[in-house]
């Protein structure tokens, strides 16, 4: 039988965080976590996170449920009087016991004419597959489910890439470098990313695709920071960002001096409201646009670099 938790949700007052944090350490309740409260705004590039520092801090609790949640929620009121209003109940939540739960969250995706899914999945899910990326998802961003993994996938599905050598941008977990490097694309595919646990993902997926170990190539760091684009190819056939409207801009140098005459590139994570500066910008440096995706408010463009002078001055 599963066991079953309460997930209390309570808001402190800041100048009672300590306070709080000590009792409770001592209580019989599990302490999760204390966070401030973040606003999420939405900014000309997409969206941004602020914290609210004026208001109270949130803090996670836990218990294992033995009755009622009437019973335990009225026992929690009780026990939280001692703060004189300084903590209040937020929210209450019955949540499984998590051992290895959180792993249901993760399914197996059908993307164009590619499977993307975990190992853990069911042989039966995928028996008529015939085309599998194998993804787990770790601390590195990129499963495949959100929308602009998933429209730059599909353009990549489309293109030719036999022996074309390929940079990737903001590669996360590797979902699209592993594609790459599977489907003959020139190894290695140079996989950036700022994360430092993007490395160890891209190698756990790659050795989960059965890729050898020069296939793909991870680089950490910022790929508009000299140091960083040193370590890359001096030439790419095909170049794929995928972080963000202002962030494309910004590597917007590294690629004009890196891809190739006539090669290609996909932008990603770029919002509906930012998308006609961002595209602009880009056209006025020799790019043209073949292809366009929207999923939700994120935009995704295939461009053709079409400029004989690949070096750019200004942005």
Known sequence: MENMWLKYTLLVEPEMEDLFVAEVLSSSYTLGWIEPQIEVLTTENGYDYAENTEGPVVGYLFEPQHDSEEEHVARLKAYIQRWNGQVTIKEVELVAEENESWKDEFREIKIGD???????????????????????????????????????LLFLQEMELANKQVIDVGAGSGILSLYCALNGAKHPVWAVDINPQSEYQVLVNASNNHLPDQAVRVVIGDASEEVVKAELPAQADIILVNIGGDENVAMLPMIAERIAPEGMLILSGIVEWNREAVITIFEQAGFQVIKESQHDEWVTVLLKNMSVNRLVTTV
């Open 114 to 152: 590619w499977w993307v899914a975990p190992t853990w999945t069911d042989p039966a899910s995928l028996a008529s597959a015939e085309r599998i990326l194998w993804i787990d998802p770790g601390a590195a961003f990129g499963t495949g489910y959100h929308g602009t993994t998933q429209d730059m």
